[in-house]
């Protein structure tokens, strides 16, 4: 049976994809996606929780600890995000101006610290695989909102990936022992694409989200539909994510400078 998870119910209101209360699928982490419409509030408030609000789409104001902030984002393909990271026993109101969706990503962490409102002025972009490496089959842009580099406090990774029709992402093939999770968006709704992870190859579709906890992971989008998906990791109590990447040994060959000449000898 597939650990993908796949939901043609989502309802107005909070929509559970993982409760760790109940099972956390190996992933040590609540995940869900919040839709509100214009005029809704949804309040959150966890005593040993800390958590992560990324606005994929809508407009919103994010209010906390006497905060108040106007986050606008007309989509996820070509608008940067606003994401808050709150610190455990933060009270959170969230209000609608529009139709709008929200990743809600939370675990366990019973230290306070000074929650953060990452903006599109501060989110790290890499532009991967733009110097034709495998002839730019693996193109994409890598966003991180935050990390152990600027978020040690936390016990939680959480960014993006715009993964352009027709190319793969997190590749070569790689995994880490801290447990991830990726939440795929396409820019039309019927969009689809190719995942592996856990020893399993899967059809990835708008709003779906896999629990990473073993083997290698990578994946592609078909072509003719841009990908946008979260990805979140958990640090490991002694064992944080540090950017960690173990290649598979039979792939690894591919990030020679001359991959390009081994394949295509007469290009």
Known sequence: MSSYIEKNDLKQGYNVYIDSDVDDKGTLMDVGLLIMEAGDTWKYHEAEKEVALLLFEGKVTYSWDDKTVEAERPDSFHHEAYCLLASCDT???LTAHAHSEIFVQATKNPNKYESVMYTPET???QHAGSNGELMGCMQREIKTFFDYDNAPFSNMVLGEVLNYPGKWSSYPPHHHPQPEVYFYRFDYPDGFGAGFANGEIFKTTHNGLIPITSAFHS?????GYA??????IRHLDGDPWK???IDDKEHEWLWKADANEHIYPNK
Do not use: D, S
């Open 219 to 223: 994946q592609c989008a078909a072509p």
């Open 91 to 93: 009270e959170i109101t």
């Open 243 to 245: 950017k960690t990447r």
């Open 227 to 232: 990908m946008c998906y979260a990805w979140g």
């Open 123 to 125: 989110v790290q972009v």
